[in-house]
């Protein structure tokens, strides 16, 4: 049997925009066929699809493996990780090379392509973040653009004295992004104030996790976002807000979008899943393993809302900032919650809690969720068609979905090196059955498949779709400003009062 060669049968395909029913043919890891009764050629491998969805491989935009944060490391690494994303239907991640402070941005890129080229089970992507400016940051930028893939820069408006950059600096990044055609993507919570607030929980005694919500409640997350726009609109350039976790967020860029300002937002897995009065639970491992930032709010109305907003469109793509810590690293904090690193799990079950949450509740169509969970991601970050859809053409990355089959998410069962799930206990009804990356199979009947290292990294060229239009209405804006009436003045400058 050739390696990334399978025939799926009586499956109903789901893209962004139709359903209908096919049988699929991969060859070597590209979509050969799409049609009625395709007769399986001698030796080649058959999955019958028969009542189930076939949808694109999924799209998780936001991952940090074996990230280096808060004196610790994320215990999900390239191997482990990829491994919980297949599981789940997820095919291709984008994690985040984070320079520390004064770093070289090729020296960290390397490192983290090292990392990940040795174990990835999945296709990957690298987006960069931005944790200082310098002239030689603005051409480390122009080089991971031009020669490394890169299309997506982050900068953090929180952790202080770490990632954090001032306005000053973003305006820089952002204005640089627009010339290298990269998106700009923010981490929108206000640093000063979080620190401010920090400092004040602690005086007062409150150290335990719920001190992490406190002082970094939704109205700083919105503040921040609400900058972050604009500054990225006064550079004229597309900007993407990660993990947006309030409603209060998502009312701004939703709000941005109505004046037509090019803002996507991306809602996460943890705040579509749960809410974050865990952050309250009595027993300290719980309520520290929900920890993470920005805050999983305690608004039981959140999850529906930002669920609501991503059916309307006003939100685009679900990501997850999988970035998993184990008990004894969250106790890191057990006598000050700043001091708990910050991150949960998502990777794994992703899909299924927005096909629960999304699908089931009568909020998102098969074809909308193909939109949130893969294909809009393939678009704001240059890889669609080649991710993202089911296409003759297309990547053979596909996903057999019983919509009718159940599991009750646990730590127990779930394929994260952590030991807490933040959605335990959650029944979903729609799963992965069977995941296929480049037409092998890596995820079938409960068993994986994979073989470390052997995802491919997926370089993503600038000036995607994002950017359509953006020349064009820099032209008319600065034809506004010199239509600007400037007459010489009459009347004296200054009138001296006798
Ligand atoms: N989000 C989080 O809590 N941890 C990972 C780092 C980040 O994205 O802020
Ligand atoms: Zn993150």
Redesign the pocket.
């Known amino acids: 049997m050739t390696k990334g060669t399978i025939l799926i049968k009586n499956g109903t395909v789901v893209n962004d925009d139709r359903h209908f029913k096919s049988d699929v043919l991969v060859e070597n890891g590209i979509i050969k066929e799409i049609s009625k009764n395709i007769e399986p050629k001698d030796g080649i491998q058959v999955v019958d699809a028969t009542d189930k969805l076939l949808v694109p491989g999924g799209i998780d935009t ?1 991952t ?1 493996f074996q ?1 280096p ?1 808060m004196g610790t490391v994320s215990v999900d690494d390239f191997d482990i990780g990829t491994q919980a994303a297949v599981a789940g239907g997820t095919t291709f991640i984008i994690d ?1 090379v984070i320079p520390t402070r004064g770093q070289s941005l090729l020296e960290a890129y390397d490192q983290w392509k090292r990392w990940a080229d040795e174990k990835v089970n999945c296709d990957y992507s690298l987006h960069v973040a931005i944790t200082w400016w310098s002239e030689q940051v603005s051409k480390e930028m122009e080089i991971l653009v031009k020669e490394r893939g890169v299309n997506s820069f982050k900068c ?1 408006m ?2 202080k004295n770490s990632f954090m950059v001032t306005d000053e600096e973003m305006y820089h990044i952002f204005k640089r992004c627009k010339e290298l055609g990269a998106i700009a993507q923010v ?1 929108a919570e206000n640093g000063d104030m979080v620190f401010e607030g920090q400092k004040k929980m602690l005086d007062m005694g409150i150290t335990g996790p719920e001190g992490h919500e406190l002082s970094r409640p939704e109205a700083l997350e919105a503040e921040a976002t609400n900058r972050a726009i604009i500054i990225a609109d006064r550079v004229s350039t597309p900007v993407y807000i ?2 947006v976790q309030s409603i209060g967020a998502a009312d701004v860029i939703c709000k941005h979008r109505k004046e037509g300002v090019r803002v996507y937002g991306e809602p996460i897995a943890a705040g579509l899943g749960v809410d974050g009065s865990h952050m309250w639970n009595h027993d300290w491992r719980h309520a520290a393993a929900f ?3 920005p805050p999983i709010r305690p608004d039981p109305r959140t999850k529906e809302v930002l669920m609501d907003y991503l059916a309307r469109g006003d939100l685009d793509c679900v990501g997850t ?1 999988n ?1 998993t810590f184990c008990a004894e690293q969250k106790a890191l904090g057990k006598d000050d919650f700043t001091k708990i690193p ?3 799990n998502g990777v794994e079950d992703r899909m299924s809690i927005v096909w629960e949450n999304g699908v089931n509740k009568g909020k998102l169509t098969w074809c909308q969720f193909v939109r949130a969970t893969s294909s809009e991601a393939a678009r704001i970050f240059n890889v669609y068609p080649r991710k993202g859809r089911i296409d003759i053409g297309c990547d053979g990355d596909i996903v057999v979905w019983d919509l009718n089959q159940s599991k009750t998410i646990s730590k127990d069962t779930h394929h994260h090196a952590v030991d807490f799930n933040i959605f335990e206990g959650i029944k979903v009804t729609g799963i992965a059955t069977t995941t296929i990356v480049a037409g092998n199979i890596v995820w079938s009947n409960n068993k994986l498949s994979c073989v470390k290292g052997s995802g491919q990294f997926v370089p993503r060229p600038p000036f995607g779709p994002v950017f359509d239009g953006i020349e064009q209405r820099d032209i008319v804006r600065n034809e506004l400003l010199r239509k600007v009436d400037r007459k010489p003045y009459d009347g004296p400058v200054i009138q001296l009062n006798k």
């Open positions: 936001h940090h990230l944060f985040f953090f929180a952790y981490h990660v993990h920890v993470m930032g900032d970035c910050n991150g949960v």
